[in-house]
């Protein structure tokens, strides 16, 4: 139990990270070399809660493998890309078509057979 409490804490971070990083990089300006958009990045408090929340996605998904058959936990990871598909769609309101709904959903049915094999 304590896996897949772990595992959906993961996902929504992991999610909310991404959307934060997202985000933050769409907010700075174009700038003129790398190193520009580089310090432009790291004054940004949205990248920052978004490199955050993908740290202790990390450190979540360590905890999952400590205790859970990889072969197990990076399958159910993957739901994740249902979800950042949702929160882009809904947070960051980007165009997400059928066929990527689509795609999801074929994800998320290959997650259900994983996450219904366990032993």
Do not use: H
Not at 38 to 47: E, K, L, N, T
Not at 51 to 64: C, P, R, S
Not at 88 to 105: H, K, M
Request: charged fraction near 10%; glycine fraction near 6%; aromatic fraction near 14%.
């Amino acid at each position: 139990m304590k896996t897949y409490a772990v595992l959906a804490l993961a996902i929504f971070v992991q999610a909310t990270g991404n959307v934060c990083l997202s985000k933050g990089m769409k907010e700075l300006s174009l700038a003129s070399s790398i190193f520009a958009l580089f310090f432009q990045a790291i004054g940004s408090p949205v990248i920052w809660i978004g490199t955050a929340l993908l740290f202790l996605f990390f450190l979540l998904f360590v905890a999952a493998l400590s205790w859970a058959d990889l072969s197990f936990v990076v399958p159910a990871i993957s739901i994740e890309v249902v979800v950042n598909v949702a929160f882009a769609d809904y947070f960051l309101n980007e165009p997400v078509t059928s066929v990527r709904w689509i795609g999801t959903l074929l994800i998320s049915t290959g997650v259900i057979l994983v996450l219904r094999s366990r032993r």
